[in-house]
């Protein structure tokens, strides 16, 4: 999942304001989430997540595409059974999604705050967790920062690394801080010129596709590849 791009002081402080209301839930959510505009802000997972192994990327977007949008239209606060089928198809978790802010933050500017819960009757703790989630954030101006860096942009261009030439890249941290260990993430620059189109963008990603099987490689995967495209030279390494 894509990253909203903020000062590290910001995310660090929000996330330390999420493990808190998290730990102090009873029941505690499994994962609790907060996300602006389908992109993940911060996470805190529990043990119900730790000991099951990684949430994968396709499970991720699935939480973001069917509570994030649908907690920022006017839902209110949400509370559904989900299944993970990446991490476990057999089973689900009761999610609760809600907007935090949402009587004073325009639309756009909106956070949503996701909840997975083991326990059928976890919706009031879920909601006591936003209360202090949100108390905390207003109280400390962080929800207004939130905001505005949602409203402020979509995120950064290819030139911000400062490489000549850069038409666009992909980075997937192997460590970080604690709360984002084991969710998948990774950062990217927004498609400009030459992708500004739909077969360009396809193409791009096609690329990617290629350069990710070859150094992931079953049978003989690479730390280092060098590749020359009909239209780009392209690059990937593992560190």
Sequence with gaps: ????PLPGGLRRAVSAALRRAAAAARPAPALAVLAARGRLVTAARQRALAEGGRLCASDLHLLLNLL??????????????VCLPRFNPDGYFYAYAARLGEEEEEEEGGVTLILLSTEREGFYAAAACRRQLEDTLRAQGWLAELAA???GGAGYGPSRPGAPELRHF???PLEGPEEM?????????????????????HRLFDLYHYLHSRVHSPHRPLRLLYHVAEKETLLAWVS
């Design 1 to 4: 999942a894509r990253c909203l």
């Design 68 to 81: 994030g949008g649908g907690a920022g239209a006017g839902a209110g606060e949400v509370w559904t059974p």
């Design 149 to 151: 860096a949602v409203r």
């Design 170 to 172: 992909l980075y997937k």
């Design 181 to 201: 260990q084991q969710l998948p993430q990774f950062t990217s620059p927004e498609l400009e010129e030459p992708y500004t189109s739909e077969e360009e963008q």
